[in-house]
Structures are given as structure tokens and as C-alpha cells.
């Protein structure tokens, strides 16, 4: 069965600073995508970045960057220069390629991030 | 970048009434969507896989004949919660895979249902 791990209930940054979220996730596919999202208080799930299980190089979208570590089965989420706007859920997700359910996410309990100015 | 809206984005209705919510991507195609739901301060939880032209595949524990699924087309799928009660309250999001980038998903902004 497929998991995703976020231990990191709450997490505090200063504004400007770098800060790491922490995803661990398991799963018994050979081929699988890793997914970090954000949630506003608005409740819309904003896509941030993707990682592929056979991509040889850590995925980068703008301040975000995933540090991937495939045989510690982690998919840490860094955000650098955090902004206030930062402030939010962030859920990690993986999806499998195989099995019934079609591709569908699986969701971690997510990690609320506070940025304090 | 690909937009799914959700419709209402807030209901508010009376014990025993249903409740229909409309999923839609607005320019791509989805064969497969899927409809997510999240309790107060957790996780999203998926409820159902919906197949356009076909029936949807529940996940375990989810009751299929209260959670109404339809995929009539390639750009739509509505969840009817029939007999709705306070338990059911919820935020309820669904999700749309692009047939043209199979990693793909793009969320609509949520409903949130609450029940009196």
C-alpha cells in the first residue's frame, strides 16, 4: 500500500529565510510521481512542484525546489526567501501508476506553515 | 495553466434535502476525475474515481448510493450527496487529470457543504 508522511504538524519561518518540509512516502511501485501542494485559507489546492521517481535531477519551480532522495524514500519541499504570502498548508502527494484507482493522489496529513514578518 | 471550477463553491441546505456539485475543466479534456473530501484541519481524503461513460470506482467505506457520481461527459462530473445530514458537512474538492499529460491533475477551488 502506498503512504505519505508529514510529521511536521506546524512549522515557523522568518521572513526571507529558507525553510524545509519534510515528506518520507512508501510505496511498492517501481514508477510513481510526487506531488507538494499548497492550501490557503481559501481552500483551493495550489500545485507547486513535481517530482518523477526516475528523474535524475531535483525538481525546481522558481523558489521551490524538491529535495529528492529516492532510497531514503523522501521528498523534502525547500522554500527559499519565504514570504508572507507563504503562509499556508502544504500537503505532499504521491501518485502510483498502477493499481486500480487510476493515477488518483494520495494526500500526507499535511504541515502548516506560518511565516512570522 | 488548466482551470477546473467547482459549482456552488458554498451550500448551505436542510437535513434530508440533496445537494448536487458540478466539476468542470474548462479547456481540457478529462477522462478520469476524481472527487476528494476534507474534514476541518486534515487531510484530503479521495472518495471516488469518476470515468467518463462509465460507472465510478468508490473507495472503500464510501457509500455509493449517498455520494451519487456522474461522468456524462468529458469536461463534467457532478456528485449528488443525496439525504444529506450533519455528518456529511464538508469540504468537498474534486480533481481533473488532462487525457493530454498523463501526470497532470489541476484541482477546482473546493465546495463547502454544510448541512443544518
Known amino acids: 500500500a502506498q503512504k505519505i508522511t508529514q510529521t511536521q504538524p506546524g512549522m515557523f519561518v522568518q521572513e526571507k529565510e529558507a525553510v524545509t518540509l519534510d515528506c518520507t512516502y512508501d510505496?511498492?511501485?517501481?514508477?510513481?510521481?510526487l506531488f507538494w501542494y499548497k492550501q490557503p485559507s481559501s481552500g483551493e489546492m495550489i500545485f507547486l512542484i513535481y517530482q518523477g521517481s526516475y528523474d535524475q535531477q531535483n525538481a525546481t519551480e522558481g523558489r521551490y525546489s524538491l529535495n529528492f532522495q529516492k532510497a531514503r524514500k523522501s521528498a523534502n519541499l525547500v522554500i527559499s526567501a519565504s514570504q508572507l504570502g507563504d503562509s499556508a498548508m502544504y500537503f505532499c502527494a504521491m501518485r502510483g501508476n498502477y493499481g486500480g484507482s487510476q493515477g488518483n493522489l494520495i494526500f500526507g496529513k499535511g504541515t502548516k506553515l506560518s511565516v512570522k514578518p | 495553466g488548466a482551470v477546473v471550477s467547482q459549482h456552488p463553491s458554498r451550500v448551505i441546505c436542510k437535513s434530508g434535502t440533496s445537494v448536487k456539485i458540478e466539476c468542470r475543466s474548462l479547456d481540457f479534456q478529462a477522462t478520469t476525475m476524481f472527487w476528494y473530501r476534507q474534514f476541518p484541519k486534515q487531510s484530503l481524503m479521495l472518495m471516488a474515481t469518476?470515468?467518463?461513460?462509465?460507472?465510478?470506482?468508490?473507495e472503500q467505506g464510501v457509500e455509493k448510493d449517498k455520494f451519487l457520481i456522474n461522468h456524462a461527459s468529458l469536461t463534467l462530473s457532478t456528485l449528488t450527496v443525496t439525504s444529506a445530514h450533519p455528518e456529511d458537512s464538508s469540504f468537498y474538492i474534486c480533481?481533473?487529470?488532462?487525457?493530454?499529460?498523463?501526470?497532470?491533475?489541476?484541482f477546482g477551488p473546493g465546495t463547502r457543504l454544510t448541512v443544518t
Open positions: 469518476s470515468n467518463e461513460g462509465s460507472k465510478a470506482t468508490y
Open positions: 480533481s481533473a487529470r488532462d487525457n493530454r499529460r498523463s501526470y497532470e491533475q489541476y
Open positions: 510505496t511498492s511501485d517501481p514508477s510513481y510521481g
